[in-house]
């Protein structure tokens, strides 16, 4: 599953918090988050804890 790395960025700069910070709060690695920011595909389950952790909906960081 592939998310928008742009809408995360964004959303991520919008709440003010970093990589480690929203890896800690999601409960998935900093890497994950690193790598999602680069554009790279995960796991539908790391995408879903991401949202809840940015307190988003999945579909509002998912590419068009």
Known sequence: ?????????????????????????????????VALRGGKSCTENSVKRVAAALGVAVESLMEQ
């Open 1 to 33: 599953m592939r998310i928008d790395r742009v809408k995360l960025i964004a959303e991520m700069a919008r709440q003010s918090i970093k990589a480690q910070d929203l890896a800690d709060k999601a409960c998935v690695s900093r890497c994950t988050i």
